[in-house]
């Protein structure tokens, strides 16, 4: 397979995706290995020939950065300071998130800014290539100093320590360079501080949420126009005019997508009886395309972090400069991983709300969806875990950026917690994904009650594939297991099958 070249290049949603769902191998450009040997050439002659101080090179760190290290000292230093901020507790982070916090930290050492070892960089790639994952945890982070304690765990199998995930199981780290036949790394002066400063878990956590985020927002707008044909809804509210006068981007795109999900449908074409749809339906392009808009303002912050580098102190060897600086702050990230847990729970929320209309006995449809009313309750309860989920999310859907705990004896006196924010946001991500669920299995089964009328090619289609693995409920039966199936089948399903 074509190895993908590391290089300043400027790194979109897109190639990151291809490389990501491919497994596609890296390693670094010619251009790269220039940039971090002429970095790290320049870091030793300077660190040689100065004698004022350097933070984090020839200091401590945080309020001991007044604290100056011997010359002998200074990788020992690097050492314990990777050892010593591995700190996390809680759940491990999944695979998939570490395998990209891998790699954006890679991207951002490979501008030549940050002075590490070539070989450092090096075995970093050795271990995304050979699917050597560094066990990483959840808890630790206040998102200012970059995100410390996760990336120590990280960066401990650099240094023989720590666990990795290998051959799929936690395995410590010496068995594998062991079995690999690697030595561990010895770290030079500044290298841990390079590792350890920035934003790569608040980074891979929201570049995580956003690919799927991108699939998510595709289903609301399907799920949705099903939803609207299986209440005999109305199509003049998604008509281009209403939504040209108001400019919204994400509102336009919505209701452009409803229209073109729906052209063809005997029952968004025949009379209807009554005047106005309820919000839910009606104003479908107002709130998806609000949540679109803030998707896509959060895809630009992160986009622009893809591209970053991070760590502290960074150096310019071309300027001769080497500043202290606060570019590992996640205040940009915190903000936007808390904009689109809001903007994710939305969708969420109105989704929820079509459900309960759906079974609520109306617009002709049967209450609670019951093919055989009587002994059978029908789909009463699927909607109960929707409005719990709703709700779980409306409490996740609290800020993490307002609050800032003052930390280091003063030094770092305001954080982001946008780690915090990030762990959130993921769970409004995963709860959205079970109510678009929820709503499509609501919403396939009134649309049965429907026949023998049609809908658009697409959503028949949609349908179709469904009913291969979830049939029409005729009686009542263990509902989990159902839901479980439509949940898979969102996963596995491509969206963009119906929106061609």
């Not at 841990?192 to 570049?207: H, P, W």
């Not at 073109?260 to 107002?286: A, T, W």
């Not at 929820?438 to 809908?455: C, D, T, V, Y």
Request: negative net charge; glycine residues 8%.
């Amino acid at each position: 397979m074509q190895e993908y070249q590391i290089t300043s290049k400027h790194l979109d949603f897109e190639t990151l995706r291809t490389i990501l769902d491919n497994r596609i191998p890296i390693k670094l450009s010619e251009e790269s290995i220039r940039l971090v040997e002429h970095c790290r050439k320049y870091l030793d002659e300077k660190t040689a020939s100065q004698t004022e101080p350097i933070y984090g090179v020839t200091t401590g760190f945080g309020s001991l950065c007044n604290h100056s290290i011997s010359a002998s000292d200074l990788g020992q230093l690097q050492k314990n300071l990777v050892m010593s901020h591995a700190c996390g507790m809680g759940e491990t982070v999944d695979e998939e998130i570490v395998r990209i916090m891998l790699f954006l930290k890679i991207q951002s050492l490979s501008y030549g800014n940050s002075g590490v070892q070539l070989c450092t960089l090096e075995r970093l790639i050795d271990f995304y290539n050979h699917d050597i994952m560094p066990v990483v945890y959840s808890q630790g982070s206040l998102g200012a100093s970059g995100d410390l304690s996760p990336l120590a765990h990280l960066s401990l199998p650099l240094l023989g320590l720590g666990e990795v995930f290998y051959e799929n199981e936690i395995v410590p780290t010496e068995e594998v360079y062991q079995k690999l036949g690697w030595a561990p790394i010895e770290l030079a002066s500044k290298e841990g501080l390079a590792l350890l400063n920035g934003t790569q878990f608040m980074g891979a956590y929201g570049v995580y949420i956003l690919l799927r985020t991108f699939r998510l927002e595709g289903w609301a707008d399907v799920i949705g126009a099903l939803s609207l044909d299986a209440f005999d809804g109305r199509i003049e509210p998604f008509f281009e005019p209403v939504h040209r006068i108001r400019h919204h981007k994400g509102q336009m795109e919505t209701a452009e997508r409803i229209r073109n999900l729906l052209k063809g449908s005997e029952l968004i074409e025949r009379p209807k009886n009554h005047v106005q749809d309820p919000y839910s339906f009606r104003c479908m392009p107002q709130v998806h395309g609000a949540s679109k808009d803030a998707i896509g303002y959060v895809a630009q912050v992160f986009e622009n972090e893809l591209n970053a580098v991070t760590d502290n102190p960074t150096i310019f060897p071309e300027e001769d400069m080497i500043i202290s600086a606060g570019n590992f702050h996640g205040q940009p990230l915190a903000l936007a991983l808390d904009f689109i847990a809001i903007a994710l729970a939305e969708l969420g929320n109105i989704s929820e709300r079509r459900v309960y209309r759906l079974i609520s006995g109306t617009r002709k449809l049967p209450s609670f969806l019951v093919a055989n009313p009587g002994l059978n309750s029908g789909f009463m309860i699927p909607q109960y875990t929707a409005a719990s989920i709703v709700s779980q999310n409306k409490q996740y859907c609290t800020p993490s950026s307002v609050d800032s705990i003052e930390s280091s004896q003063g030094q770092e006196d305001h954080v982001s917690m946008g780690a915090n924010g990030a762990v959130k946001a993921l769970k409004v991500l995963r709860n959205l994904e079970k109510l678009l669920s929820i709503e499509l299995f609501n919403a396939a089964q009134a649309l049965e009650f429907r026949r023998p009328a049609k809908s658009s090619p697409p959503i028949e289609k949609l349908i179709g594939e469904l009913r291969k693995t979830v049939k029409f409920v005729e009686d009542d039966t263990i509902m989990y297991k159902e839901m479980d199936k439509v949940l898979k089948f969102l996963e596995k399903e491509n969206v963009n099958d119906y929106l061609s």
